[in-house]
């Protein structure tokens, strides 16, 4: 494993790799950023097609992603959105030897793998990914860590298996269990969804088995979390745990980020805003604090008080 500062010092190296402008960029990969432009730009739209893709990350370990929507990692070593890099920082701040962490909608396990080198032999990731194409580039990168349990379940609140809308390439990251979720959204004119049945992990019995008194869950499952969260009712009030989970603004009458907030408002947690430094700021209304950010999606941390 990385020392610890080392690897906040390779964060930081990446963030500023992945902020720089194109000429950066160019100047310090003068072959391969041209080409991914070339692909992202002019292949891939013509015959929609990724390209699988073994990028190094700033962690040490590697990832096999998906290209167009792997560039930024394969280029920066990170993922690059802004709510993704401070999502970063906080683990890396918060997750230490011993820890447990449940990754929930892993999709290919950047933060699995991430979480896996923070925890190091002695914590746990339990990695937990829906979509059958995903989960297999989720396994391969899995495999060789000891400390990282895969699963291919959908998170929810029920016994059985559930339907997952799976889509193409860069769509892969709206793969949902909810049904007709895109369906006013152009691009999913000019994509075919596959469906896939899939047996539901109710998250409370992962925690009861495996004994789990304390963990960080990160929870990003395209409109899920509500369902995610009701598997998780004796959990969030018994064990001490810490809430990562997207959050969307409403969206056509669509509420559901909201409701899975009060789920976790109802059992005594707070909410909080991570800032550039991957430190915590309270928000006690987070629409509010997204519109003034000019943002319409951000992790938001959860925390029991």
Known sequence: MKDRNQLWQDLLAAENKSR?????KLGRAPFLYPALMLFNYAWYP???KGVYVKANTFFGLPLRTLLPSGTDVLLNKIKSHDSEIRLSKYLTLVLQEGDVFIDVGAHYGYYSLLASVLVGNSGKVYSIEASASSFSELKENVDPLKNIIPYHAAAGDS??????????GPYAEYNTIIPGA???EKWFQTV??????????????LIRNEQIEKAVLKIDVEGGESSVLRGLQSALKEKKLIIAMEYLIPKEGKKLHQESAEILFKSNYK?????????????DD???YLRHSGMDSDNIIFINT
């Open 20 to 24: 720089s402008g194109k000429f950066k």
């Open 46 to 48: 013509f015959f929609k």
């Open 159 to 168: 016994p059985g298996t559930i339907t997952f809308y799976e889509y193409p």
């Open 182 to 184: 895109y369906t006013n």
């Open 192 to 205: 075919k969804e596959k469906t896939n049945t899939v047996p539901m992990l109710i998250l409370d019995e």
């Open 271 to 283: 909410s909080y805003a991570i800032s550039s430094d991957g430190n915590l700021e309270y928000i």
């Open 286 to 288: 987070i629409d509010l």
